[in-house]
């Protein structure tokens, strides 16, 4: 399977912990993002990487979230003292460099946080 | 305003019927824009690019009026595998990748 990868599927944790995900994108695309969706609305915009760089990031982006994209290859999220505010569908996306603005999602992780 | 606002739904329509989603975006400058898919607890999926021109890919077809800045999609022969939640999605396009999601619309096909 080429598409995005996504890893946890699912996480369950518990208020004041510290989560962090993977995500692969698909493997020559360039463009990697993030979006957060809660139950009854579309996804919202969280941060995109091009290649290593994080060109623009969301005002959702407290300071609690960090993510990073080390090598231009996978990247990851991490929420540091998760809150309950916190639980949602993180997906992420990846883009090809050139051309049109299509993204192709990942599975998603889904946070619960008790 | 909302930057993509939709019909709020849901939809329920019979197998067979033709049904369509409608779509308002408050960004003049917008450049791209898409209808996604997405299924119960699973990702958003493509279903297709919104041209200037139209654009149909066998029983959908999607379309733009930049000036009513309004989009479109239209399903025709509803089929029950159609049943999703479908989201309008807008990109501003120039150096400025990400995109926009309306809240989607559900649609429920039914027997």
């Known amino acids: 399977d080429t598409g995005v990868s996504q890893d946890p599927r699912h996480k369950i944790t518990k208020r004041g912990q510290n989560v962090t995900f993977r995500c692969d994108p698909i493997?020559?695309?360039?463009?990697l993002y993030w979006y957060r969706q809660t139950l009854g609305q579309g996804p919202e915009f969280l941060t995109y990487?091009?290649?290593?760089?994080?060109?623009?990031k969301s005002r959702l982006l407290s300071d609690r979230f960090s993510a990073e994209r080390p090598k231009g290859s996978f990247s990851t999220l991490e929420i540091q003292r998760t809150e309950q505010g916190d639980s949602a569908m993180y997906l992420c996306?990846?883009?090809?460099?050139?051309?049109?603005?299509?993204?192709?999602f990942g599975p998603g992780t889904r946070l619960t946080v008790t | 305003r909302k930057e993509v606002e939709q019909d709020p739904g849901p939809f329920n329509v019979p197998e067979g019927a033709t049904v369509a989603f409608n779509c308002t975006y408050s960004?003049?400058?917008?450049?791209?824009f898409f209808w996604y898919r997405q299924d119960c607890r699973k990702e958003p999926k493509l279903l297709m690019s919104?041209?200037?021109s139209g654009n149909e890919d066998g029983r959908f077809t999607a379309q733009l009026n930049r000036a009513s800045q309004y989009i479109s999609l239209l399903i025709r022969d509803s089929k029950l595998s159609d049943s999703a939640t479908y989201l309008c999605?807008?990109?501003?396009?120039?150096?400025?990748?990400?995109?926009?999601f309306g809240k989607g619309t559900l649609l429920t096909v039914n027997p």
């Open positions: 990487f091009q290649n290593e760089a994080q060109l623009e």
């Open positions: 919104v041209y200037s």
């Open positions: 996306a990846s883009s090809p460099l050139a051309g049109a603005y299509e993204q192709y």
């Open positions: 960004n003049s400058a917008s450049q791209s």
């Open positions: 999605v807008v990109n501003a396009g120039g150096s400025n990748y990400k995109l926009t």
């Open positions: 493997s020559e695309h360039n463009r």
